[in-house]
């Protein structure tokens, strides 16, 4: 063995096995809270005044949707 830990070949920094990948970006949009790539779409249900229920979209980065996501889930909106 060498001085060096690693065999020839190895990365110097494995990943860690517990990184899971990202959601895809939505193309063409913003984060709706400061302009970055969006991650997560998330459906707010609102009633028009004439009656009929409807929904707006808000669009978060990942950042952003980690921060909101226990107030998300607690109000149960709906997320893709």
């Known amino acids: 063995m060498g001085i060096m830990s690693r065999q020839p070949g190895q990365p110097a920094h494995t990943p860690p096995v517990s990184a899971a990948p990202l959601p ?3 193309p063409g949009e913003t984060c709706d809270r400061c302009g970055a790539a969006p991650r997560h779409r998330v459906y707010i249900p609102y009633t028009h005044e004439s009656g009929y229920t409807a929904s707006r979209q808000l ?3 990942q950042h952003h949707f980690d921060k909101y996501q226990v107030a998300i889930a607690a109000a149960g909106y709906r997320v893709s």
């Open 59 to 61: 669009l978060f980065c």
């Open 24 to 26: 895809p970006v939505i």
